[in-house]
């Protein structure tokens, strides 16, 4: 995000769940350009043992299907 102030606006809400090594944060959040508009719904897993991103899905996305 270009703006210093985005984040705090663009997320909706994050719900963190651990589960053995890994760890599974749902999101809902917003384009950059469209903080008013509609929230996605984001799913990323990573593993923090290793820390690396397994995966990451935009649920509500064009791109997505």
């Given amino acids: ?5 985005y984040g705090d606006t ?3 809400y994050v719900q963190p769940k651990r589960e053995s090594n890994q760890c599974i944060i749902k999101c ?3 384009i950059e350009h469209k903080i008013k508009s509609k929230l996605y719904n984001v ?3 990573v593993n923090e043992m290793e820390e690396t991103i397994i995966s990451v ?3 509500d996305c064009a791109a997505s299907e």
């Fill in 1 to 5: 995000a270009s703006q210093k102030e």
């Fill in 10 to 12: 663009a997320v909706g």
């Fill in 28 to 30: 809902k959040i917003c």
């Fill in 43 to 45: 799913a990323l897993i």
């Fill in 57 to 59: 899905q935009c649920h």
